[in-house]
């Protein structure tokens, strides 16, 4: 049942693309809140945008066009997210057969366009029955989950070859959650995170680790004959000033949260000591964790989905979250990409890294993209020019498939994102696709990165200049 060969592909979320937010029985998750009752994009973007319709993509006859447009691109793989509350919408106990009937559905439709599916379950859209119970502070949460994804394996199982338990704990846990919680308080910026937020969050990191360790366990012991992984968000860290120690001390605690708090779970059994030593001044309640611990160990994933847009470069900063600034600190010029410095050879020296400090595990490049604003966005006639983004893509498949040839694991490559989406806290404003989304019409129209994409697939990795 597992793919032996290398995988082109591209990614998105449930909450992102596929709108129909209460359609056919599905509850409401706890972004069907932060868009519709917290307005939470209007105060990040002075707009108030939600994803009730985003790119349609529930719709069968909408996507069946965008797998047409999957064909045209030549990729042999989609990675996508399940809506947690369309499966069961109070989080636990009730199915809702309509949810199940139509992923069932997308994955047939999928597979015999000849693009096999890859299926994240948990995309940060929580449903909100469980929010309400506390959400993943809550340590019932890691049996939530253990439940939900039982549901997933017996519908969904017997044609999908590889699942991913969770997509970017520490975006979510450490960036995106706390910005709401700022939002849902009124209280100050968006972006003011403290210290006591990081230290909040830290258990619920954990439960998500717990939860994913336990269900790659539970998949295996269910006989599921796939590979399980999980993605996460890595980024080298970098010190502003080399020459600089209080810079060299930031970027190496950046590096111990932001990166090996994960990677050290999922391949060691543990967490670094300084996430240990930190977190338990911050929180009281993050004690030693040896039976857990003995979890993780035991259940290892098949695999490592790596999402990486760029490397950060790190200051010492008082006034930033665990005395550390990232953030602010992109050297580019503008228009800078949205999601950070433009570093591609820094791709290649995170996945060499992997190989040597974590037993070379096999690795997907799960998200890889950018976003670079309307001078990268013109539109002329049928096609879009984004030349910044073009090359992006070319470049960073480049280092990947060099990291490759250096005897690094890679077994594919997904693009993030085919289709321009729903940005979270940033809603419409923000462009990633290789194909343009007009939100009115749901016009799709794809643009030069598309074209550069699909060569490079067709050539088998080969990229051509540009």
Not at 180 to 196: H, M
Not at 272 to 282: K, S, Y
Not at 311 to 324: E, I, M, T
Request: glycine letters at 8%.
């Amino acid at each position: 049942m597992v793919s032996t060969k290398f995988l082109w592909g591209a990614a998105s979320a449930a909450y992102q693309v596929e709108g129909a937010w209460q359609a056919d029985g599905k509850g409401l998750s706890n972004w069907d809140l932060y868009t519709n009752v917290y307005r939470a994009t209007e105060t990040v973007t002075g707009k108030h945008e939600t994803g009730n319709v985003a790119i349609n993509a529930y719709d069968r006859a909408q996507y069946l066009q965008d797998i047409a447009l999957m064909r045209e691109l030549g990729i042999n793989c989609y990675r996508f997210s399940l809506s947690w509350a369309r499966i069961l919408p109070d989080g636990v106990g009730r199915v809702n057969e309509a949810g199940i009937a139509h992923y069932q559905q997308f994955v047939v439709d999928l597979l015999e366009a000849g693009i096999e599916p890859i299926v994240t379950l948990y995309h940060w859209d929580l449903p909100r029955a469980l929010d309400d119970r506390g959400g993943w502070q809550n340590r019932e949460s890691v049996g939530w989950f253990r439940n939900y994804a039982s549901v997933v394996r017996e519908a969904l199982g017997a044609k999908v070859s590889k699942f991913i338990t969770f997509n970017e704990p520490f975006i979510d846990l450490f960036l995106i959650e706390p910005m709401i919680e700022n939002i849902k308080s009124g209280v100050g910026s968006p972006f003011a995170i403290t210290d006591a937020q990081y230290g909040h969050q830290a258990m619920a990191l954990h439960h998500w680790l717990v939860a994913s360790a336990e269900t790659i366990g539970d998949f295996r012991a269910a006989g599921y004959r796939g590979e399980i992984g999980v993605a996460l968000p890595l980024m080298p860290t970098i010190p502003e000033n080399p020459g600089k120690s209080e810079d060299i001390k930031a970027a190496a605690l950046a590096d111990a949260v932001i990166n090996r708090w994960c990677l050290d779970a999922l391949f060691k059994g543990r967490y670094p000591i300084e996430v240990m030593t930190l977190f338990r001044q911050l929180s009281p309640e993050f004690a030693p964790f040896e039976a857990d611990f003995a979890i993780l160990a035991a259940n290892k994933p098949d695999f490592l989905g790596v999402n990486f847009y760029a490397p950060a470069f790190v200051r010492q900063a008082d006034s930033a979250p665990l005395g550390y600034d990232w953030m602010n600190t992109n050297p580019d010029p503008e228009p800078a990409a949205f999601n950070g410095p433009v570093r591609p050879d820094y791709l290649r020296r995170l996945l060499e890294r992997i190989r040597d400090e974590y037993d070379n595990p096999a690795i997907y490049i799960t998200e890889n993209g950018a976003g670079f604003g309307p001078s990268d966005e013109v539109m002329d006639g049928d096609t879009v020019h984004d030349p910044r983004r073009a090359n992006y893509i070319r470049r960073h498949i480049e280092a990947a498939l060099k990291a490759k040839e250096n005897g690094v694991d890679l077994r594919g490559y997904m693009v993030w994102s085919l289709f321009d989406n729903f940005e979270w806290l940033h809603g419409y404003g923000r462009r990633f696709g290789l194909v343009h989304v007009d939100f009115d019409t749901q016009k799709r129209t794809p643009k030069r990165s598309f074209d550069t994409y699909r060569d490079i697939v067709a050539n088998g990795g080969v990229t051509v200049p540009g």
